[in-house]
């Protein structure tokens, strides 16, 4: 099949979190299978910086944005150590600058306009390239608009016809709210600007957009699924539930060519499930330094790599390092950069016990390496998370991940329970309710085990490495998604010419 991938992040070009890994890893996945993915995102500040690996193509957009015609260029390149192709989306003023779609904590006042210019741009593309496609994946609210670009512009052109969209959701939190004059950018008619469609609570919803356009919704794991028609939709819970027969869950994976221990270059020692306690050892030791910490083998070392955002659960984070800093003999690494309040909490700990509190406050995927190898365990008390990759990282590189149970952690992290154990199943452990207490109480047994019951610790430490979280079935579920979405277009599309 011909899948177009749109996404505003693609690593290793552009990334803020793991809707990158996705888009990088998910085309590759679709290719290995023997699909023909294509993958189109902006050509950020970073890209046009590489132009010697990309080639400018002789497509120029004239896109209408409100009363003005905006000019883009495509460029073309491909995903690194593949022949996937990536179509960059080239219009200096809304993509060359420093980051991807903010500064200093404020949204770019446009984004709006960036990503319908954007939506637009890729709808097209498909004319102007001539592009083969069967199905367009859509992530996240930034392609939003192109289900709705699709059914009301585009469907009845040549090429179109028999296209179909999905809509995948990485995060409910985030959803492209506007105010409502931003419905005159999309060029839409404002018809579509009701409550059973384009509108929310006055504003213009481009997620919204995309749930009620698009011929199929899926989210990143069966648990999220479920959470967002009930209390985690962020307002959108009855939209969901009116789509559920159409919503699935499909969990993301890991490409272990990108992310392995054994293999993975930035680390300061390679190691497999065979000789993790040597390997893990020297990344503990190189971890500590690159943080200020002790070199202290014995000491658990708690790992957090994350955006500083609410949604990561950084308040319980805070409130038990509080009480544990001068008291517990842990050591925190903490890589992560976001909202200032938290830059300040952490920054007064790490004052307070630096030989206690590392932190970097940075993007940096070396680093997060580092953290995934060089620490004990791996702390996600998150709110909520959709899926979450941190966590399938640190399984294959031996870190167990201590998780609230929530999306797509609970799908994947299961407690170390006297049952779990017996049965082979834990690989991490586990807490229910948002609470400090609770987190407190799961550290405490996390450190206990790694301490006193070091049988207990490897047993889970291995069962994590052994695990097979690949896209080999999460690829495979996708391809039978999109297949079930053609097939019902073509009955809808036969079933409207008989009536004619
Ligand atoms: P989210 O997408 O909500 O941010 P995920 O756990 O799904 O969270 O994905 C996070 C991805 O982003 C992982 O690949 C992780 O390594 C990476 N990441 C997050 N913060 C940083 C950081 N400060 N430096 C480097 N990589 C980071």
Redesign the pocket.
């Known amino acids: 099949m011909n899948i177009l991938i749109a996404s505003s992040e693609v690593a290793p070009f552009s990334?803020?979190?793991?809707?990158a890994?996705v888009c990088r890893e998910l085309p590759l996945a679709l290719s290995r299978i023997g699909h023909q993915p294509m993958v189109f995102t902006p050509a950020y500040r970073q890209i046009r910086n590489r132009a010697a690996t990309l080639e400018r193509t002789d497509v120029t957009f004239e896109i209408p944005i409100g009363s003005k015609v905006m000019i883009g260029h495509l460029l073309t390149g491909v995903m690194p150590d593949s022949s996937v192709p990536v179509y960059f989306v080239d219009q200096p003023e809304y993509f060359d600058r420093d980051q991807l779609y903010q500064e200093s904590g404020q949204d770019y006042r446009d984004n709006c306009e960036r990503y319908v210019f954007f939506s637009r741009a890729v709808m097209e593309a498909i004319r102007l390239l001539d592009l083969p496609v069967d199905v367009i994946h859509c992530n996240d609210w930034q392609t939003g608009l192109i289900p709705a670009l699709l059914r009301i512009e585009y469907q009845h052109a040549r090429g179109y016809e028999d296209i179909v969209t999905l809509m995948t959701i990485?995060?409910m939190a985030y959803q492209g709210h506007f105010w409502h004059w931003d419905m005159l950018l999309t060029g839409l008619d404002w018809k579509y600007f009701n409550w059973k469609q384009m509108e929310f609570w006055g504003n213009l919803n481009l997620m919204k957009t995309g749930l009620v356009f698009a011929d199929a919704i899926s989210t990143v794991s069966a648990r999220y699924a479920e959470e967002i028609q009930h209390d985690l939709g962020c307002g959108l819970e009855g939209v969901l539930r009116q789509r559920s027969a159409s919503l699935f869950g499909i969990n993301?994976g890991v490409d272990y060519e990108l992310w392995n221990p054994a293999t993975d270059p930035q680390l300061a020692a390679n190691y497999s499930v065979d000789n993790w306690h040597e390997g893990k050892a020297a990344c503990k030791t190189v971890l500590q330094r690159e943080f200020g910490l002790p070199t202290e083998s014995e000491t658990p070392l708690i790992g957090l790599?994350?955006?500083l955002a609410d949604?990561k659960g950084w308040d319980l984070v805070a409130n038990v390092m509080q009480r544990w800093v001068n008291r517990e003999k842990v050591q925190w690494a903490i890589?992560?950069?976001g909202e200032e309040r938290y830059h300040e909490i952490l920054e007064r700990l790490a004052t307070q016990r630096p030989d206690r509190v590392g932190i970097r406050f940075?993007?940096?995927?070396p680093?997060?390496r580092h953290v995934e190898a060089g620490a004990d365990m791996l702390l996600m008390p998150s709110r909520f998370?959709?899926?979450?990759?941190?966590q399938l990282?640190s399984l294959k590189y031996g870190t167990v991940p201590i998780v609230r149970e929530t999306g797509g952690l609970a799908d994947s992290i299961c407690d170390a329970s006297a049952e779990n154990l017996s049965n082979g199943t834990a690989n991490g452990f586990s807490f229910q309710a948002y609470d400090a207490d609770q987190l407190e109480v799961t550290l405490q047994r996390a450190c206990d085990t790694f301490r006193t019951r070091r049988d207990v610790w490897r047993n889970l430490v291995e069962t994590g490495m052994k695990q097979d979280w690949s896209w080999n079935e999460s690829a495979q579920q996708y391809v039978s998604l999109y297949r079930q979405m053609r097939r019902q277009h073509d009955m809808l599309r036969q079933a409207a010419e008989a009536a004619h």
């Open positions: 990334k803020t979190g793991g809707l890994d990485h995060n993301n790599i994350g955006r949604q890589l992560g950069e940075e993007f940096s995927d680093i997060a998370e959709p899926c979450g990759l941190n990282h």
